[in-house]
Antibody, heavy 121, light 105 residues
Framework: EIQLLDSGGRLVQPGGSLKLSCAASGFTFASYAMSWVRHAPGKGLEWVSSIYGGGSTTHYADSVKGRFTVSRDNSENTLYLQMNSLRAEDTAIYYC??????????????WGQGTLVTVSS | IQVTQSPSTLSASVGDRVTITCRASQSISSWLAWYQQKPGKAPKLLIYKASSIESGVPARFSGSGSGTEFTLTISSLQPDDFATYYCQQYNSYWTFGQGTKVEIK
């Protein structure tokens, strides 16, 4: 059974940093691109970042470029999102999601349960 | 690529045929997916590549379209279908539509 377990969300002050994790199981992790998607209160879904299976190719939404860094450890089957210079507008539930391809754009067929990030003083 | 979804809210009754539309700002071929999200839950993939149904999804869900115009149709709305639906283009990076909330009439 494919499972994605998001963790790391908490209350953080504006300007602070946070690292989210997504532990994957039930599939060959290194064979698939992985992504982060967020859902802010009262708003729709927003794609945040993606990383291809090998880990060398990454993509970011303009809203987080230069502040967030996506990475993966294929030996530990874990996806990460390092979030720096956090702003109030980054407050959201963050989901990791599995792509259906190794190295190209695809839909997301499995999702984590989400982890809440709150940026507030 | 911008993706515009309509309507934003839809009121319907059990048994109704429901259609949601998604328009892309430029051609995305068939690189479009549809997701269902219920409150407090992660999104669930329903349709990929515009018209391919994900395994385990009831056959009352169907998708159509190509280029810039796409539709999600629920042939006979069931109680479990009251939720918010999102389209997503994946031709160039990823963009979600604004969402359509399907409410009980």
């Amino acid at each position: 059974e494919i499972q994605l377990l998001d963790s790391g969300g908490r209350l953080v002050q504006p300007g602070g940093s946070l690292k989210l994790s997504c532990a994957a199981s039930g599939f060959t992790f290194a064979s698939y691109a992985m992504s982060w998607v967020r859902h802010a209160p009262g708003k729709g879904l927003e794609w945040v970042s993606s990383i291809y299976g090998g880990g060398s190719t990454t993509h970011y939404a303009d809203s987080v470029k230069g502040r967030f860094t996506v990475s993966r450890d294929n030996s530990e089957n874990t996806l990460y999102l390092q979030m720096n210079s956090l702003r109030a507008e980054d407050t959201a539930i963050y989901y990791c999601a599995k792509g259906t391809e190794y190295s190209s754009s695809s839909s997301f067929d499995y999702w984590g349960q989400g982890t809440l990030v709150t940026v507030s003083s | 690529i911008q993706v515009t979804q309509s309507p934003s809210t839809l009121s319907a009754s059990v048994g109704d045929r429901v259609t949601i539309t998604c328009r892309a700002s430029q051609s995305i071929s068939s690189w479009l997916a549809w997701y269902q999200q219920k409150p407090g839950k992660a999104p669930k993939l329903l349709i990929y590549k515009a018209s391919s149904i994900e395994s385990g999804v009831p056959a009352r869900f169907s998708g159509s379209g190509s280029g810039t115009e796409f539709t999600l149709t629920i042939s006979s709305l069931q109680p479990d279908d009251f939720a918010t639906y999102y389209c997503q283009q994946y031709n160039s990076y990823w963009t979600f539509g604004q969402g359509t909330k399907v409410e009980i009439k």
